[in-house]
Every structure is written in structure tokens, then in C-alpha cells.
């Protein structure tokens, strides 16, 4: 029997909660990391109108094998490959150092299919957002305006998506008068 979007979804947010169950924010309240991958659903469905289900999976999914013990054997399995590509495109290699991590998310983003741009912007948009809410336990002022500019050059490769994300990444970039490089 065909499974209905209600279904889809909930299965997949289940199996992010359960990977992502130890796991808390960097912030100050310890915010449990489930509420970001929801977060980052949730603007794409509220803020960006999107209603493609392969999107709105991957965004559920997409720290799931960065940041947990998946596999994206596991994710094939269990959701299929179309939204397994998604979060393969959207996952960084952590076995690489951080600075070359990072270039290549900027390396790469124009490279990426539209469904992966998607995800990207709405958790760039997700982590601005935290940052002007709470400053992570450790950063310094530099860090946070850091992570703005180098996020402005990873946005700069994924333009052209969508507008209404674009337009609110714009209105957190010019607050901290971020240009892109
Ligand atoms: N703003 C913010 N970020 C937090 C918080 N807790 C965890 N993070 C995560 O920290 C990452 C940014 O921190 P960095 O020091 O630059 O990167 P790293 O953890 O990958 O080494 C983001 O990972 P990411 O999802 O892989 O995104 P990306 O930075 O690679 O795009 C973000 O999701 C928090 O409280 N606030």
C-alpha cells in the first residue's frame, strides 16, 4: 500500500530523533539537536512554501550521517535513493580538516542540485538565525562574524533557488554588513 506524506515524514523525523538523542546544541540552554534538522524542515515548509517530499526528508535527515553513526547504506535502505543524494550532497567529510571541510562547502555549492541548494539555505538561514539568538558556548565575537562572512561565500554559490530564503539570508547579511567575496 502507497504511504501517504503524513507517514513519510513522520518516519523520517523519528529516525532523526533517535540518531541525534544525545546530542545538544552548542548554545547555552543545550537546546536538544533534534530541534534543528525540524527547524530546518520547518522553514522550508513555512517560510520557503516548499512541498517537495524528497526535500523535506533530506532536510529532516541531513546531519544525521554527518553527525551520527548512519550510514548512507542505511539511509538508501530505509528511504530510498533520491533522498539519500540529497543529504550525500549536503553532508561534509569530516574526515578531511576543518579549514579544507569548509572550502569545499563553498567549492561545491554551485555545483549542487536545486533540491540540495534548498536544504543548504534553509539551514544557513537556520544557523544565522541561532547565532543572532544565542552566541555558542566558546565563540568570541570574531567566530560568529567569521562564520557570517564564510557562510555569505557558501550563499553566494547557491543564489538563484529560491526567494524568499535568499531575501531573508540577505537581511542577516547586510545587519552584520557581510558582503560576499
Ligand atoms: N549557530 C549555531 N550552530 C550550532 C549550534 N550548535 C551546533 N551548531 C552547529 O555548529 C556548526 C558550525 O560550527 P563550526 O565550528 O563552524 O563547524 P563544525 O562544528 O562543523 O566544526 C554548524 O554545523 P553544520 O550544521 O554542519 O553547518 P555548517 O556550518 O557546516 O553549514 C551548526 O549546525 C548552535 O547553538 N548555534
Known sequence: MDRVPAQILIKCT??????????????REQTPYINHPIGVAYILTEEADITDLDVIQAALLHDTVEDTNTTFEELEETFGSAVTNIVREV??????PK??????QIEHAPHSSPKAKLVK????????RDLNRCT?????ENRVQEYFQWSANVIKGLRGTNKKLECELDVLLKQRGVLEL
Open 14 to 27: 523519528n529516525f532523526a530523533a533517535l540518531k541525534h538523542s544525545k546530542q545538544r546544541r552548542k548554545d
Open 136 to 140: 555558542p558556548n566558546g565563540w568570541t
Open 91 to 96: 553532508t561534509d567529510d569530516k574526515s578531511l
Open 99 to 104: 579549514a579544507e571541510r569548509k572550502l569545499q
Open 121 to 128: 539555505l534553509a539551514d544557513k538561514l537556520y544557523n544565522l
